[in-house]
């Protein structure tokens, strides 16, 4: 990808993840209230993933201030963690396209940890839906910051943040 459109690149990912937010929320609230269980939910958040994984790649490709490349960081981060979060509270959850070598490494790390926490260990799993809060605190700062973005100077000048 040439770095010239890397910027708009970084916009529309940054403005896809906002908008799937709220699906993401619905899907987990479909999970929870209907018999559609959490393959929506699961998969989008994988997708999710997969979009601030390019807005790390966008930021880096397309020399964006530094501000960009943090709040592409910051998502993965925190997507990351729901994983984390769910796995501390049922280590034997799995993703049905996850490798057998991944759901036993996931497994062998996760359940000392589950054994540990005893009966807290749903405690610690119900911070994945705070999680999701400041996940979608982010993903309105970086629609923010782009809106700025994509006013600023053109593609090659750096700004400063």
Avoid: C, K
Avoid at 18 to 41: E, K
Avoid at 92 to 98: D, G
């Amino acid at each position: 990808m040439p770095a010239r459109l890397a910027r708009p690149a970084y916009i529309g990912a940054a403005w896809l993840f906002a908008i799937l937010i709220p699906v993401q929320f619905f899907f987990a609230g479909t999970g929870m209230f209907s018999n559609t269980g959490f393959s929506p939910h699961v998969y989008l958040g994988l997708i999710l993933h997969a979009i601030s994984a390019a807005l790390i790649a966008f930021a880096v490709i397309g020399r964006l201030p530094r501000r960009a490349l943090e709040y592409g960081v910051l998502q993965f981060v925190l997507i990351g963690m729901q994983v984390v979060l769910v796995r501390v509270a049922s280590p034997s959850a799995t993703i049905s396209i996850e490798p057998q070598f991944v759901s036993n490494l996931i497994m062998a790390v996760m359940q000392p940890i589950h054994d540990v926490l005893r009966g807290n260990a749903g405690l610690v799993g119900s911070l994945h839906a705070v999680n999701a809060l400041a996940i979608s605190g982010v993903a309105v700062l970086t629609v923010m910051y782009v809106r700025r973005l994509g006013s600023a100077a053109p593609t090659g000048v750096r700004i400063t943040t």
